[in-house]
C-alpha cells in the first residue's frame, strides 16, 4: 500500500488535463514523482476506476455542522476533514457576511490555520459583508456594509484573503476593487444589483471573477420593451471572467449548467461545492453559519425562514458527477472545472489542481460511477481504497 516514506505507484484510468487515458501516478515523499502513461508499468495499486487530481473548491463554508464563521480551530479542523475525505484537497476557506468582531475573529483563526499547512487550506474568500441588500440571499441583511468604510484593508492586511465576493455598484466599491487587486487578491462580483454595464466597469477596474451564476444575480429586466441585461448576461457574454457555478441539481438545473459550461468553457467555468454546515448532515437536521441558521431539506440547505437557499449540502465531487451525469459536460472538462480552472482562477500557486512531477500528491480516485472510492492527500490516504485490488 502506500505509504509517505517509499514510492508507490497506483495504476488506473489517468484523468489530465487534456484527454483520459491508461497509466500511473508514481509517489514519493508526498510528491508525484512522475506521471506515467500507458498501462505496462507494475502497480503497487491497480483501480479499476479514474484517477484525478484532488478537487479544489473555492466556494465553501462548512460541513458536519461547523463552518469556517466559527473562530474555532476544531471547526475549521472537521470542515476541512469532511470534504478531504469526499475527495477535496484544496479548499478556499469562505466567510459567510457577519459581524465585525466576529470576521476578524474568523480571519485572524484562519491565518493561522494557514501558517500550519493543515487541511490542504490554501487560503480565505470573504462572501461579504459588502453585498447588494436586495441580492443578499440568506446573508444578514442588518449587517451588509459598504465598501466606503474601508475594512476590506485590514481584512486582507494578513494577506491570507485570496479572493473576495462583492457587489462592484456599491459606494466605494471602485477604490475597493482597485485596492484590493493591487494586493494580489482576486475580486469577484456576485450578490449584486449591478446591470451589464455597470459590471463592465467594474471589470475594467479589476473584478476578474464572478460568483455562483443564477444565484445572487441580476438577470435580464424589461423596462417596457427596452432590456437591460444584469451581472448573469455580462458573465456569460464575457471573454475574460471566469465564474463559479453550483452544479448541485437545486442551485442550477441540468439545463443551466449547459448553457453556462457551453459560454464559457472548461477553463473559465468552475464548479464550486458553496457547502453548508448542512454538508454530510441527515434531513431536518438544523445548523448555524455565522448569523445565518438553516436546515436541511430535499437535498439543499434552506434557510429557516424560508425565503431562500444557504448554500448546499453537496461535496464538490457530488456536483462533478452532477456535471458529468445529468447534464451531460464530458469527464475530462468536468474535472478541469473542478481543479485547475478554479486553482487558476483564485491566484493559487501554478501545479495545484494538475497532475505533474513535483507536484503535491492529491489524487482522487473515483469509480466508473464517478462515486468517491479513495483519496490521496500530501502523499497519504484520507480515504483508504475499500476495493482496490492491491499488487505487492
Ligand atoms: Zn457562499
Known sequence: MVTAEQPSVIAGTLVLAERVGPGAVVVRDGLVEEVVHGSRRVADLQWPGFIAPGLVDIHVHGARGRSFNEPDSRAWHSVTEAHREHGTTTTLATLGTSALPQLREAIAIGTAELATGHGGLAGLHLEGPYLADGYRGAHPPDLLRQPTDGHWREFTDHGTVRMVTLAPELAGAKEAITGLSGRGVVVSAGHSAANADQVREAVAHGVRHAAHLWSGHTELRRHGPVREPGLLEAVLGSEELTAELIADGHHVTADMTRV????????????????????????????????????????????RDGRSFCGSVSFLADVLRFAVRQAAVPLVDAVRMATATPARAAGLADGVGRLKAGGRADLLLLDRALKVGAVLAAGRWVRPPAHAQARS
Not at 457547502?275 to 445548523?287: D, E, K, V
Open 260 to 303: 453556462a459550461y457551453r459560454c464559457l468553457g472548461p477553463d473559465r467555468l468552475c464548479l464550486v461545492s458553496d457547502a453548508s454546515p448542512g454538508t454530510g448532515l441527515p434531513t431536518g437536521a438544523r445548523f448555524g453559519m455565522g448569523a445565518i441558521e438553516g436546515t436541511v431539506a430535499q437535498g439543499v440547505a434552506i434557510s
